[in-house]
């Protein structure tokens, strides 16, 4: 993932501007920062290196309004709302040369919401995104985790993910437009089940605030997206892996 180094600068010195004052209402979330091992881009058999950013939805109470347990805190069993947030890196065919010819892509930022089924040792989720940068499409993500707690401080999670877009994400970064001057053949990529795999996930809390998180994906890419002429040309065979701080604000207002 191709992402300047000043945001992870930036996820940290947020850490010291957020006031402290006791308010009624409160939005509790998280923010990670860290480096990344990910493919050069979708479909590539390549990996690089980059910077990891995330964000974690923990409570909002705002009137009546009373949403989530917060970052630290255990979700209750049952269905809840939860937000959803991912970031693609760029693609650019100056750092690729295979791919001379196409539209370069920009970081792409996908928010959306989902919904979750959460037991003591297990859950199971949906969530939409829209791309608001990079692409207009619509992703989502189905998935379930294992979840073990063998103490205060450590939290494992690991399960299947199953990826999803519609036509204009699949077109976005498995498309080939007619007339295109690169040496892949046109190909008009239809979105659908896209990719399916596997991810591992760990965290060590510092304390109640810092924590310290790990995880490894692998994901196969499926239908459109395998048969893409980028894929073909590259490896259907994504990994990921990434490792960070994470830390806990709560905004009172």
Same mark, same amino acid.
Do not use: K, N, P
């Given at each position: 993932m191709r992402v300047s180094s000043f945001l992870l600068a930036s996820v940290c010195a947020v850490s010291f501007a957020v006031p402290a004052v006791a308010q009624d209402n409160s939005f509790n979330f998280s923010l990670r920062g860290g480096i990344a091992g990910t493919p050069e881009y979708m479909g590539s058999d390549q990996t690089e290196a980059? !910077?990891? $950013? /995330? *964000?974690?939805f923990g409570a909002l109470r705002m009137g009546r309004l009373d949403i989530g347990n917060g970052v630290r805190g255990v979700p209750d069993n049952g269905l809840s709302l939860r937000g959803a947030f991912r970031m693609i890196g760029d693609r650019k065919a100056e750092d690729s040369p295979e791919l001379a010819g196409l539209e370069d892509i920009d970081i792409a930022v996908e928010l959306g919401f989902g919904l979750t089924y959460q037991q003591t040792n297990w859950l199971a989720f949906g969530e939409v995104r829209k791309g608001v940068t990079g692409h207009s499409g619509i992703a989502g993500t189905l998935g379930a985790d294992l979840i073990y707690r063998p103490s205060d401080r450590? $939290? *494992?999670?690991? /399960?299947p993910r199953v990826n999803f877009g519609d036509d204009k994400y699949a077109n976005t970064y498995f498309g080939i437009p007619t007339g295109s001057t690169s040496s892949f053949a046109a190909y008009d990529a239809q979105g659908g089940a896209l990719g399916a795999g596997l991810q591992v996930a760990g965290t060590y809390f510092i304390d109640d605030k810092w924590a310290l998180e790990g995880a490894i994906t692998y994901e196969k890419l499926l239908n459109d997206a395998a048969d893409s002429p980028i894929t073909l040309n590259g490896s259907d065979d994504q990994w @990921? !892996? @990434?490792l960070g701080l994470s830390r806990v604000f709560t905004l009172n207002f």
């Open positions: 980059g !910077v990891d $950013l /995330g *964000f974690s450590w $939290l *494992f999670t690991a /399960g @990921r !892996v @990434r």
